[in-house]
């Protein structure tokens, strides 16, 4: 039905988690890791701000380095009822860490959030959107329920292992339907950075033709760093405004996934 069209963001609270995932040396560079502290210095308020105005529940992806580093952020995203999710430890993609490292990882990002907001998190996301070939296990093990990070459908689904369906319920996500393609900029990352305008146009586009296709949803990827700045704001605004014409529900990623069957 077109009413009650449903529609989740994911917002990332990365912080320097993101730089220093990607390289560890990048602790010698405070001017580069300073593009992931403007989250927590300048970006998060507002935005916390325009999600309250517009009475949106979100959920937010942190990385345990990033909770234990800041947990006064941590607990303010909860008191404004967003629901917190894990983001790996230290923001490291499986693609680079050895094999026996991927359990901790995910273990010590959960328990960081834990150990600040109270409540174990159920939603789950990797660094960089990447999988192993154990990482079904290891959710499966540690009571992850959530996993945004696939992208072959427009739909939630049950993860399967062995041909039977598991727990884990997945929610896919879209590069195109994520702000860091379009505004990641430093350090090794140079692309053009692009016209706050043009982005809303794409993600509109997308989401008026996945109004149109049966069972889908509309997933939406947010950083605070990159959409936290005032021009970008203004955008999210008025993209935001756009889907509440349109007859949709705002959904957390455990809301969504509670109605998976
Ligand atoms: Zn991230």
Redesign the pocket.
């Known amino acids: 039905m077109a009413n009650d069209f449903p529609v989740v963001i994911g917002i ?1 609270l ?1 912080a320097e ?2 730089w220093l995932g990607r390289n560890p040396d990048n602790i010698r560079r405070p001017v580069l890791l300073s593009h992931g502290t403007f989250a927590i210095r300048e970006g998060l308020a507002p935005l916390l701000a325009l999600l309250d105005e517009n009475k949106i529940r979100t959920t937010f ?1 942190i ?1 345990g380095i990033t909770a234990e580093r800041y947990p006064e952020a941590v607990k303010e995203i909860a008191k404004h009822d967003h629901e917190i999710a894990s ?1 790996t430890y230290g ?1 490291r993609s499986v693609l680079v860490i050895k094999p026996e490292e991927e359990e901790p990882e995910l273990v010590r990002g959960i328990e960081a959030l834990e150990k600040i907001t109270g409540v174990r998190p159920t939603t789950w996301r990797s ?2 959107w990447e999988w192993s070939p154990r990482t079904l296990q290891l959710l499966l093990d540690h009571g992850v329920k959530v996993s945004t990070n696939f992208h072959d459908r427009v739909r939630p689904y049950r993860h399967q292992q062995n041909g039977k369906p598991t727990s884990v319920v997945e929610l896919p996500v879209q590069w195109h339907l994520a702000d860091a393609p379009y505004f990641v900029y430093g350090g090794e990352v140079a692309r053009t950075i692009r016209v706050a305008g043009d982005v809303q146009t794409i993600w509109q586009d997308e989401f008026d033709g996945l109004m149109e296709w049966p069972g889908a949803f509309y997933h939406l990827t947010l ?1 605070v760093e990159l959409i936290g700045h005032p021009g970008r704001l203004r955008m999210l605004a008025r993209h935001l405004q756009y889907l509440k014409s349109r007859s949709v529900k705002f959904l957390t990623s455990d809301e969504i996934a509670a109605t998976v069957a």
């Open positions: 990332c990365d988690a993101s992806f990385p983001h923001h660094a960089s950083h």
